[in-house]
Nanobody, 124 residues
Framework: VQLQASGGGLVQPGDSLRLSCAGS????????MGWFRQPPGKEREFVVA????????SSTDSLKGRFTISRDNAKNTVYLHMKNLKPEDTAVYYC??????????????????WGQGTQVTVSS
């Protein structure tokens, strides 16, 4: 099983960025997918998730409107779309795959597989 996140980098405040996460070694279309992030010196936190059906999504309230998620099951890839980035969005961003309960999709223990993380730095 592998989850390969990519697309991170250094961006300026107000910029947009799209992260990708490609999955392999498991039935991608049967798993809900989530993005978490870990800011410097802080614990990892939930960002957004998408149901395996590709329709339902769940996101943390503070990021609604700026961060969205999508998936392409034909490419075994999930995307995190970020806009109007702020310095406080600086973090390592992780993708993860879950076969757990959708009602608890914001909880890390619901996830079976994790990617290695990609760094996003927002700075002028």
């Amino acid at each position: 099983v592998q989850l390969q996140a990519s697309g991170g980098g250094l961006v300026q405040p107000g910029d947009s960025l799209r992260l990708s996460c490609a999955g392999s070694g498991f039935t991608f279309s049967s798993y809900s997918m989530g993005w978490f992030r870990q800011p410097p010196g802080k614990e990892r936190e939930f960002v957004v998730a998408i149901h395996w059906n590709g329709v339902a999504t769940s996101s943390t309230d503070s990021l609604k409107g700026r961060f969205t998620i999508s998936r392409d099951n034909a490419k075994n890839t999930v995307y995190l779309h970020m806009k109007n980035l702020k310095p406080e969005d600086t973090a390592v961003y992780y993708c993860a795959a879950s076969s757990g309960r959708w009602s608890a999709i914001h909880r890390q223990e619901q996830y079976n597989y994790w990617g290695q993380g990609t760094q996003v730095t927002v700075s002028s």
